[in-house]
């Protein structure tokens, strides 16, 4: 199948980059982050989130701005690492089917973070890469963060291997996350969250997931987001490989690599794969044996 590569204007901001074939397609910035902005069927309807405050804008590069999208972050979450403005210009590398996009080296950190995005038919994987430029190890686990607008159902199944009398799997919550929100629904075998517009206050809550898959049901259609890291090694958060945020407008899917000690030079990379089915009728997330069908068939 033939991927499509070209320059695009985009919500108003200049040169992004757009790879697309018959079944799907993504859209990249290129003068900050980098983000990806964009991800739907042709002609479809974009099932990530764009901030309205500051579609088209480039920001000054010592204002920090969440922009909307996909983005690659270090991980476990520290004011001093994960908010450093991002607004400078990206370095792009294209071939057949796939789209590098890598910003300028952090001074502040001494990491150097980039998007691969790589399209074959009609699957997208996500490389979610930093680099360690310091002269010295660090560790960190890198953290691939996925908003996604509102309207729909994001679903996580929570199957795991049976361990008999040993503990398989853990929740964790943030000091600010109600356990009784009514954005989230706690199911037998997976874990759902609604989000919607209305002003009221986030929460946000971690899990390790065994299956390493997550899917958005929204504008008729399952967005289906897995990784190949499992609840394998040494995770933030108290063990997450996946964690979930909600806020007015959005709910965020984010996936977590291992834990890494890195040495100068040295990467760590966390692969995502999203997937697009058509023409797929959000279940009743209440409805378990109808979701879980729905889960089975994806």
């Given at each position: 199948?033939?991927?499509?590569?070209?320059?695009?204007?985009?919500?108003?901001?200049k040169?992004?980059?757009?790879?697309?074939?018959?079944?799907?397609?993504?859209?990249?910035?290129?003068?900050?982050?980098?983000?990806?902005?964009?991800?739907?069927?042709?002609?479809?309807?974009?099932?990530?989130?764009?901030?309205?405050?500051?579609?088209?804008?480039?920001?000054?590069?010592?204002?920090?701005?969440?922009?909307?999208?996909?983005?690659?972050?270090?991980?476990?979450?520290?004011?001093?690492?994960n908010?450093?403005?991002?607004?400078?210009?990206?370095?792009?590398?294209?071939?057949?089917?796939?789209?590098?996009?890598?910003?300028?080296?952090?001074k502040?950190?001494?990491?150097?973070?980039?998007l691969?995005?790589?399209?074959?038919?009609?699957v997208?994987?996500?490389?979610?890469?930093?680099?360690?430029?310091?002269?010295?190890?660090?560790?960190?686990?890198?953290?691939?963060?996925?908003?996604?607008?509102?309207g729909?159902?994001?679903?996580?199944?929570?199957?795991?291997?049976?361990?008999?009398?040993?503990?398989?799997?853990?929740?964790?919550?943030?000091?600010?996350?109600?356990?009784n929100?009514?954005?989230?629904?706690?199911?037998?075998?997976?874990?759902?969250?609604?989000?919607?517009?209305?002003?009221?206050?986030?929460?946000?809550?971690?899990?390790?997931?065994?299956?390493?898959?997550?899917?958005?049901?929204?504008?008729?259609?399952?967005?289906?987001?897995?990784?190949?890291?499992?609840?394998?090694?040494?995770?933030?958060?108290?063990?997450?490989n996946?964690?979930?945020?909600?806020?007015?407008?959005?709910?965020?899917?984010?996936?977590?690599?291992?834990?890494?000690?890195?040495?100068?030079?040295?990467?760590?990379?966390?692969?995502?794969?999203?997937?697009?089915?058509?023409?797929?009728?959000?279940?009743?997330?209440?409805?378990?044996?109808?979701?879980?069908?729905?889960?089975?068939s994806?």
């Open positions: 199948m033939n991927v499509k590569i070209e320059k695009v204007n985009f919500c108003g901001w040169n992004c980059i757009k790879i697309g074939d018959d079944k799907a397609e993504a859209v990249v910035s290129t003068e900050f982050g980098p983000r990806i902005l964009s991800f739907c069927t042709p002609q479809g309807k974009n099932h990530l989130y764009v901030e309205k405050s500051t579609a088209g804008k480039k920001l000054g590069k010592d204002e920090f701005a969440f922009y909307g999208g996909h983005r690659n972050w270090h991980a476990p979450e520290r004011s001093d690492r908010y450093i403005p991002d607004n400078n210009t990206c370095e792009t590398v294209c071939t057949d089917n796939c789209v590098t996009v890598t910003a300028p080296a952090e502040e950190t001494a990491t150097r973070r980039a691969k995005l790589t399209l074959c038919d009609g997208l994987t996500v490389s979610n890469i930093i680099e360690n430029k310091n002269l010295f190890d660090v560790r960190f686990a890198a953290w691939g963060i996925t908003q996604l607008i509102a729909g159902s994001l679903v996580i199944p929570t199957d795991c291997p049976d361990t008999g009398l040993v503990a398989n799997r853990a929740v964790s919550l943030w000091s600010y996350a109600e356990m929100d009514a954005r989230i629904y706690w199911g037998g075998r997976y874990i759902a969250v609604t989000p919607h517009d209305k002003t009221v206050a986030p929460i946000k809550f971690g899990f390790t997931s065994a299956e390493k898959k997550c899917v958005y049901f929204n504008h008729n259609q399952a967005l289906v987001m897995e990784t190949e890291d499992g609840a394998v090694g040494e995770f933030p958060d108290y063990g997450c996946f964690e979930c945020y909600s806020s007015g407008g959005l709910v965020e899917a984010e996936w977590l690599s291992p834990i890494k000690c890195l040495r100068t030079g040295d990467k760590v990379i966390l692969n995502e794969t999203w997937r697009i089915a058509d023409n797929i009728a959000a279940p009743d997330i209440k409805n378990e044996e109808e979701t879980l069908k729905l889960l089975k994806l």
